[in-house]
């Protein structure tokens, strides 16, 4: 699970250039290396949002990733273990009723589920991108179609149209073909973004310089609009993965999940199906949803510290 | 009107494609539904599998399967339109509208008693958390309850169980109304379902109060550098007044847009509430439905939720220039 590690390198990066700009006009020599760690914990101090977020999604990829060093992946499947155990020294989180260790679940769960996220998230803000970069870009008759589908398309909640397809599908499905159903439908917001995003950058006027300049229309594109648009990427495929696991684990805990893999969202519906709480076995639900808290409310902040990234205008509303 | 001609364009848009989805679907796999279930059932009672090919041909029949392709999709287009779902499998004798007619009530009334108080509760604390002069503690607590927009009401639901009814044993852990219970319209029954009904609302509120409070700060920070305030200040005006009459009054109507842009996730969560609450609304059919796969009864409940989201961002659009003057000028 690299995801955290991708999205938090290149962010303090991009960030850090606006803010040297005005703050930290002193720290702002990149030439060694200390010096730019030092400008990007700067930056973080300034964005507790962007901070804590990453704290808290390298927390969950560190038991999650240094989990799988030491637990083999068999303990969160069924019948590894005695079920229904409390937690104890041998099993630090107890096992359900079918024999999972919920230690290996959480490990292994959580990467799943993580996995789905960065999967539909990259594809979903792929094609986002494109049609996006194509609406706003082009205007006319292109502009129209791709807003109306994409308009379209919003009004209908993702998970109820993936409840359909699912249905349909069901039984044999693995993580990854579930990734690609979900990625159906990711990428309409990236597509809303991108395209006003471009819309915005389109009168700004470094581009109309650029174009007196004669600059031709690759070059524009990839020389003046691309590289101004990886903060808004980055920030929509934060968004979209969210999306992606949150309809992922929706669909999990409605019981259309992959029935093979210990996700997360599958130990909500095993804990619900099995009624876990009139059990008393609590550890079986709040393992699972705990993580899954820890996880969304770890990607919210970060969301929220990278749109301060992207927009300065809401660092100046604060102050 | 305009607005409105292009929200209904979109919402027959969004029919046309829930009902085409419903077509292609099932015939893009190569699972027969009503196969399945026969096999299933027979596999239950322990019959044997003779003679399944004709039972499967006769349902074909009624349901129409055996008809040209482009027949079969005008019919079920004209189908989906009047609300005739088929029948459900599971609730044999059943058809799926009446299914659904039953849970819908509880539904709606489950998330708009949910939705009314969430935004009223976070209009105020967005509005009152950028006021100069409001309480302190706000600074604490709304930023607190917009991270608990970022997690899935369910989730809410599941910590929410485990802490009131299954730790301190204050509330029922689901249900519509106490098992055994017949539904009268009597006073014992009504407290029933309140009581019931305190955790689901309760999630739902807890999830989605933070929405409310971060777009309705946004806007205030927006009115509060307007002249108009400046000017409210200099003519004497009390800080009361200015904060209903002159800010709230203009911040509030982005709040609907909110809605517009909300309520498809907030119908999503719910669903998903009532189904770990077994409430007894539509996502709890839903997720019966599922559990055996009954493909009518599924499609039955996506689609009605469907059509309802379309349905009130139609009236949404209709009464917005109701409360924004702006937009009854300009037509």
């Known amino acids: 699970m690299n995801k955290p590690e991708n999205v938090s390198h290149p962010t303090p990066d991009t960030g850090t250039k606006p803010a040297t700009a005005t703050r930290d006009a002193l720290v702002s020599d990149w030439g060694t290396s200390s010096r730019r760690l030092r400008t990007v914990l700067l930056y973080l101090k300034r964005n507790p949002n962007l901070t804590v977020g990453l704290v808290l999604l390298a927390a969950l990829a560190a038991v999650s990733l240094g989990g799988q060093l030491v637990l083999e992946p068999k303990f969160a499947d069924p019948l590894a273990n005695r079920p229904k155990l409390p937690p104890s020294w041998e099993h630090p989180l107890g096992t359900d009723s079918q024999g999972r260790s919920m230690l290996g679940v959480l490990i292994y769960g959580t990467f799943l589920t993580a996995k789905v996220g960065v999967i539909a998230g990259l594809i979903g803000v792929a094609i986002g991108a494109v049609l996006g970069f194509m609406a706003g870009f082009f205007r006319g008759w292109v502009d129209v179609v791709i807003s109306t589908i994409t308009d379209v398309l919003l009004t209908i909640p993702p998970l109820l149209v993936l409840v359909v397809v699912a249905a349909n599908l069901a039984t044999k499905l693995d993580t990854n073909q579930m990734a690609l159903i979900i990625a159906l439908l990711a990428w309409r917001e990236p597509t809303r973004q991108i395209r006003s995003q471009v819309l915005i950058m389109r009168e700004a006027g470094y581009l109309k310089t650029a174009r007196l300049g004669g600059t031709s229309m690759m070059g524009i594109v990839f020389k003046e609009l691309m590289p101004n648009l990886i903060p808004y990427l980055m920030a929509s495929f934060v968004l979209a993965m969210a999306t992606a696991m949150l309809a992922s684990v929706g669909l999990e805990a409605l019981g259309l999940g992959p029935q093979n893999e210990p996700t997360l969202g599958m130990s909500v519906y095993w804990a619900m199906f099995y009624g876990a709480l009139l059990l008393g076995m609590w550890w079986w639900v709040l393992t699972p949803v705990l993580a899954l808290v820890v996880l969304f409310v770890g990607l919210y902040l970060v969301s929220a510290g990278l749109d301060e990234l992207a927009n300065p205008r809401l660092r100046r509303r604060r102050q | ?331």
């Open chain 2, 1 to 331: 009107m305009l607005r409105f001609l292009k929200r209904l364009f979109l919402m027959l848009l969004v029919i046309w494609l829930a009902a085409s989805l419903n077509f292609l679907l099932p015939r893009l796999t190569d699972r027969n539904p009503i196969e399945e279930v026969i096999a299933a059932s027979m596999g239950e009672s322990g019959g044997t599998m003779e003679g399944i090919e004709e039972i499967v041909a006769s349902y074909e029949a009624r349901f129409g399967l055996d008809q040209p392709l482009w027949k079969q999709y005008l019919f079920s287009l004209w189908d989906s339109l009047r609300f005739d779902l088929g029948i459900s499998i599971s609730f044999f004798p059943e058809r799926v509208s009446t299914l659904v007619l039953q849970a819908l009530p509880w539904s709606i009334a489950l998330i708009g008693t949910a939705t009314a108080f969430a935004f009223a509760i976070g209009t105020a604390l967005g509005a009152l958390t950028v006021w100069p002069g409001a309480p302190r503690f706000l600074n604490v607590v709304v930023p607190v309850i917009m991270v608990l927009a970022a997690i899935p009401f369910y989730l809410i639901g599941l910590m929410l169980i485990f802490l009131f009814a299954s730790q301190l044993n204050w509330l029922p852990t689901g249900g519509g109304y106490a098992p055994g219970t017949i539904p009268d319209n009597s006073f014992e029954f009504l407290a029933e379902v309140f009581v019931h009904s305190i955790l689901p609302i309760l999630s739902i509120l807890l999830a989605s109060i933070g929405i409310w409070a971060l777009s309705m700060r946004g806007m205030m920070v927006t009115v509060q550098g307007e002249d108009y305030m400046t000017f409210a200040k200099a003519r004497g005006l009390s800080g009361w007044r200015r904060f209903w009459r002159y800010a709230v009054r203009n911040a509030i109507t982005p709040q609907v847009t909110t809605l517009v842009l909300a309520l498809g996730n907030i119908v999503t969560g719910a669903v998903l509430v009532e189904r770990i609450f077994g409430y007894p609304g539509i996502g709890n059919l839903l997720f019966q439905a599922i559990l055996v796969i009954d493909y009518y009864l599924i499609y039955g409940c996506v689609y009605v939720l469907v059509l309802t989201i379309g349905l009130s961002l139609m009236i949404l659009d209709l009464i917005y220039p109701l409360i924004d003057p702006r937009i009854r000028a300009a037509g």
